[in-house]
């Protein structure tokens, strides 16, 4: 009955109507995370950037559950008809669109793909990132992980499973990795992104 949920988050506040149709939650979390590091890095100020090496491997484990539980309700609320299906639905959905996104949007040509491999999975893009830096296919890699899972579904899934803790008596000590008294893993939403580079574009 608990979870750790982004507090006071207002999409207004970052994106108009426009672009909200096309992002789902984790997505949203995922520009907000990379728009920051790319700002931090100052990557976009190198004089000589080459941006056709410059990629972007951003993933999520899940991708949009938030637009799946939404789009069925609506399609079986609707007697299962698909005219009330959006066409933003599989869009919203994909994990690789929010790299193929941030990409358009900085204007970055190099590599552009997701890695998923669940709760690893964007400890496998960091270390995707470093071996194509090290392989001299690219200069710079945007790489980041995003997550929104945090729905009727996620919860109701995990919960099925057994493999979400049930402290509910004590939440703030329910996650507790490699602890004999364990019970099961806290669901989590948020965004993470680093800009990685070889050390002489650095």
């Known amino acids: ?3 750790c949920t982004v507090k006071n988050y207002n999409a207004a506040d970052h994106f108009d109507k426009k672009e909200l149709k096309k992002l789902d939650l984790f997505a949203q979390y995922a520009h907000i995370a990379a728009d920051e590091a790319i700002k931090d ?5 190198y004089a000589d950037l080459n941006k056709k090496k410059v990629g972007v491997l951003y993933t999520s484990g899940f991708g949009g559950l ?3 539980e ?9 007697g299962k008809n698909p005219r009330y ?7 919203r959905m994909l994990i690789n669109l929010v790299s193929g996104n941030i990409s358009i949007k900085y204007g970055l040509k190099g590599m552009n793909f997701s890695v998923v491999a669940a709760c690893a999975s964007s400890a496998n893009a960091l270390i995707d990132a470093l071996n194509y830096i090290r392989l001299g296919k690219a200069d710079a890699i945007v ?3 995003a997550e ?6 996620g919860i109701g899934a995990f919960g099925a499973m057994k493999a979400l803790s049930e402290r509910n008596d004590d939440p703030e000590t329910a996650s507790r990795p490699f602890d004999k008294n364990r019970d099961g893993f806290v669901m989590g ?3 993470g992104c680093m800009i990685v580079e070889s050390l002489s574009h650095a």
């Not at 789009?71 to 609707?78: D, M, T, V």
């Not at 299906?85 to 869009?91: D, H, K």
């Not at 929104?148 to 579904?153: H, K, L, N, V």
């Open 70 to 78: 939404e789009e069925f309700s609506s399609y079986y609320q609707n």
């Open 148 to 153: 929104a899972a945090i729905t009727e579904i």
């Open 85 to 91: 299906l959006s066409p933003f639905f599989i869009p």
């Open 143 to 145: 790489v980041g992980g």
């Open 41 to 45: 890095s100052k990557l976009l100020e």
């Open 189 to 191: 939403e948020g965004a």
């Open 1 to 3: 009955k608990f979870g």
């Open 66 to 68: 938030n637009t799946f």
